[in-house]
């Protein structure tokens, strides 16, 4: 089982402790070097370019290229997984540049998490089709997949068409990872067509529960090497309660889940960090101490 993290402060989505919002670089530093050294898989940036104000989900988004092109510089291992980039609200070539610049700059460390999306204003805002998102979404997976990792770009679909398009510099993965976010059947689908992975939404946000996502999973079948990314239904305590932290994580092994994106309880940056050191001991990470 492989673990990742999903990140504070980049988000201000659901409950949050106060020292998130009051954050800046010097405790971003100090969190993703930590969890560089620790060991764990990759952190999750989400992306949001303009939001209604007093929007449930939150109001602060950073860019995810922009945090982790910085975040890139000053770690070593660490993957960078945007959770979920929209697709709809960019062209194909856009994100193989951004994101394969992004690959380029970090050595190979950037998964793509990628959705279709589902707020009509930003949509509306930035100009861009929402009520055909999904298959346009299924077009763009197609494109991006021929344009990510090729200098030389060609593709014609139903939505996009280009021919011969210079992309340099690219992604130095041959094949950078590709998760689809969604919850539904068909974003399983999708995920299992066009994808490398499927990384629905947390429990505790309509996602698939420990019941409900075998079932899913065994509709269908998964290519050799599929990633079933889940978060799990509530933040862990590996410190104060591990016994409780590994049962969970388990449990979700026995689900299906090949990667769990991480959250942990937590009031203060030095419990966070602390929490971090307590979940690498206890699943066992390959620290560089």
Known sequence: MRIGLSAPVLADSGPRPAWEAEAGVAELREVFTTADRLGFEFFTCPEHVSVPEGLPRGERFYDPVATFSYLAAITERIRFLPYVLVLGLHHPLELAKRYGT?????????????????????????????ADRGPRADDALRALRASLSVRLATYHGEYYHF?????SPHAVQEKVPIWVGGHSKRALRRAVTLGDGWAPAPVTYRGPDLQTLPRMLAEHD???????VITPPARLDPK????????????????????VNLVVRHRELAEY???????AELFGLDRRD
Do not use: K, M, Y
């Not at 690959?103 to 100009?127: I, P, T």
């Open 222 to 228: 998964l290519p050799e090497g599929f990633d079933v």
């Open 102 to 130: 992004l690959d380029h700059l970090s050595g190979g460390r950037v998964v793509l998490g990628v959705g279709v999306g589902n707020l009509e204003e930003e949509f509306a805002l930035l100009g861009r089709p929402f």
């Open 240 to 259: 104060g309660d591990p016994e409780a932290a590994l049962d969970l994580v388990g449990r979700l092994g026995e689900a299906g889940a090949t990667v």
């Open 273 to 279: 960090l602390d929490q971090l050191a307590a979940a």
């Open 163 to 167: 021919t011969e398009q210079v992309i």
